[in-house]
């Protein structure tokens, strides 16, 4: 079968992230072993270890009713139970939002949150952190049919009045005329709001995450749909049919929820036209029918404005018939085999790239420094030996030059700590400015007063003028670190050159902060929230609920990416400086090791070749604790720039 493909390629990502996991435990552990690590590194090295635990490879399947996507997530994950696993039958599909995922403490679950919990002002992010909040269903994973029944839960709907549809956000007085639906007393409503469900699927064991949104109405009125699950997730697949092609409505969510969620640069994005079985035509005859397909997905992709290939022409029904009966000649003609390949080897490709980009860029600094700190180290050690080998002992007066340079650079060596001493509580003034300048006191004040103003004016005129002005501030305050951000970096450059040109101490380029990754992160969110709000959902609902949700969720991500920064700051500023501290211990312990030996010649001559024999064995272990470096660095398979093995 092919989708084993999917699996094998799953299992060998997982096999990949486990490796670099084990190579950074490793290189924690040598940090530790060779007296390296002080308490910043180790953070930085525990969140990316925690981080790579954590991670999920997330598919999230996007599509209006009647598309056939909960069909196809049960082809291409969960044919093997031999049932529909998800509810996917006419007129019966997925009403709420939906994850699928494995937690290995929680067990296997469903969990709901029921729709009322739409008029409380707490983001899903915060129910997620609350289990007591949701109704929990136990799943048997050795009965298909007890979990195929427990699933028909995601489906159930409730009658409500009118008035209370509208507060949720579920009532649109259009769009029920349109459907000759004039003053209804009560409305059909979704029970749930969000469902959780966890149980031990290979793949999900691997660490495959599957969110199923249901329709544009639920990501028109859940903005933390569309602003932060949809952009986390690693790929999305949007389902059309291909009898009908891209609709009005399709287009609405193409536009208004996938094109925000995925960029500019459309990574991880495939369009799957479904239902290609209902173009099965024996009078055509097999070109005829390939024709047609072609034709859809040309006229597809021009509307969409993506690329053909990404386009893949499926029957969902007909792939998980022919999985479930072992018929490959029906498989072959579902198609299902080009979407897995495509989602095996280009979506894993893509997060293993990610993901080896996240850890280059948070602990390739510390690796760098390491192996430039070690090969200082050798290269030192060899040149103490190598003068060691050639000086004339013998000459009394030459053995007391040594000692009187020696004691020369020991005492500069002091005086130059002092200065030292005095940078560093200069850069501490400097570095408490760039820290509270993002002080969360600074940024909840910003935020209440501007939510203040907000709830004042619901209309979507008002609203926009608000979230315009929460950004307007944000931005300025921004702005303050920039300054305060350049006179840092200025100063840590300054006290670096200082030991690079007095001791000729190795040139590790100190990492400089930055904060514009935060003002371009801020500045996306604005982008995404102005595009949600024009949306034409939105823009026809114009609820207080929606209205409400949209800032809130705004409010969160500023709030997160501010809050971020803040950390970042504080990290930095704390770790800064600690490739200088090692260079320059390192340098007190050469020259109080080099006045030792010189002691020890000037009292005994027949103590040189003893020194020289012990130079010798100094050496070894270091280039041993090198060497375990370079392999630590190579399991890792991260791009580090300026190794060297001199």
């Known amino acids: 079968m092919r989708n084993l493909e999917f699996k094998e390629q799953l299992h060998e990502y997982s096999h990949w992230r486990e490796q670099l996991i084990q190579a950074i435990e490793m290189y924690r552990e040598w940090r530790n072993r060779h007296k390296f690590s002080d308490p910043q590194s180790t953070d930085t090295l525990l969140n990316i270890l925690q981080g790579l635990n954590m991670d999920r490879v997330t598919l999230a399947f996007v599509a209006e009713f009647s598309r056939g996507k909960t069909e196809l997530i049960n082809s291409l994950f969960f044919a093997e139970t031999g049932v529909r696993l998800l509810p996917s039958s006419p007129g019966r599909t997925t009403m709420s939002p939906t994850e699928l995922f494995w937690d290995a403490e929680g067990g296997s679950y469903i969990r709901l949150l029921n729709i009322e919990s739409r008029l409380e002002d707490i983001s899903l992010m915060d129910f997620k952190r609350n289990p007591e909040r949701w109704t929990e269903i136990s799943l048997n994973v050795d009965s298909p049919t007890q979990m195929q029944e427990a699933f028909k839960e995601l489906i159930s709907t409730k009658k409500v009045s009118k008035e209370t549809a509208d507060k949720l956000g579920l009532w649109n007085e259009r769009e029920a005329a349109e459907q000759g639906i004039i003053n209804p007393e009560f409305v059909e409503v979704p029970c749930w709001r969000h469902a959780l469900i966890s149980f031990p699927h290979p793949l999900l064991k691997e660490g495959l995450c599957i969110l199923d949104t249901p329709g544009l109405n639920a990501l028109g009125t859940e903005p933390e749909l569309t602003l932060s699950m949809l952009p986390s997730a690693q790929a999305i697949v949007f389902v059309l049919a291909a009898d009908t092609g891209v609709t009005k409505s399709d287009l609405e969510m193409w536009k208004s929820h996938v094109c925000s969620a995925r960029g500019q640069r459309r990574q991880g994005l495939a369009v799957v036209m479904n239902k290609i079985d209902s173009m099965w035509d024996d009078l055509a005859g097999e070109t005829g029918y390939d024709a047609a397909i072609q034709k859809q997905i040309e006229t597809s992709a021009t509307i969409l404005n993506l690329k053909q290939e990404l386009i893949f022409p ?127 006191e600074r940024i909840d004040e910003i935020i209440l007063r501007t939510k203040q103003d907000m709830s004042k004016s619901l209309t979507t005129y008002g609203m926009k003028q608000n979230m315009r002005k929460l950004f307007d501030e944000l931005r300025d305050l921004l702005q303050d670190s920039v300054d305060i951000t350049e006179e840092t970096r200025r100063l840590i450059k300054a006290i670096h050159k200082k030991f690079q040109d007095e001791y000729g101490f190795k040139e590790i380029e100190p990492q400089l902060f930055s904060i514009k990754q935060y003002q371009f992160e801020l500045e996306q969110i604005f982008e995404e929230g102005e595009a949600f709000r024009s949306s034409a959902r939105t823009t026809m609902t114009e609820q207080s609920l929606v209205v409400n949700k949209l800032y809130s969720t705004l409010i969160a991500k500023a709030r997160t990416i501010l809050q971020q920064a803040h950390k970042d700051a504080a990290t930095w500023s704390n770790s800064v400086l600690t490739p200088l501290m090692h260079q320059i211990k390192d340098h007190k312990k050469q020259i109080e090791s080099r006045l030792i030996m010189l002691r020890k010649i000037n009292e005994s001559k027949g103590n040189v070749s003893e020194s020289i024999a012990q130079l010798e064995a100094e050496l070894a272990p270091l280039k041993q604790q090198r060497q375990e470096l370079l392999a630590i660095i190579k399991a890792m398979q991260i791009n580090i720039t300026d190794i060297e093995t001199a």
Do not use: H
């Open 314 to 440: 499926v029957s969902a029904k007909q792939a998980l018939l022919a999985k479930v009966k072992g018929d490959e000649a029906l498989l072959e003609r579902s198609r299902l085999n080009k979407l897995e390949n495509y989602l095996s080897e280009d979506i894993l490709n893509q997060r293993r790239e990610i993901l080896k980009g996240v850890v280059e860029k948070d602990i390739g600094f510390l690796v760098s420094e390491s192996i430039k700190l070690m090969n200082s180290k050798v290269v030192n050690a060899s040149k103490q030996l190598e003068e060691f080998k050639q000086v004339d002992f013998e000459n009394q007066e030459m053995t007391g030059k040594l000692m009187a340079e020696t004691r020369d650079r020991q005492n500069t060596y002091m005086a130059n700590i002092e200065n030292f001493q005095a940078s560093r509580k200069v850069f501490a003034v400097q570095a408490r400015m760039l820290i509270d300048s993002f002080a969360k």
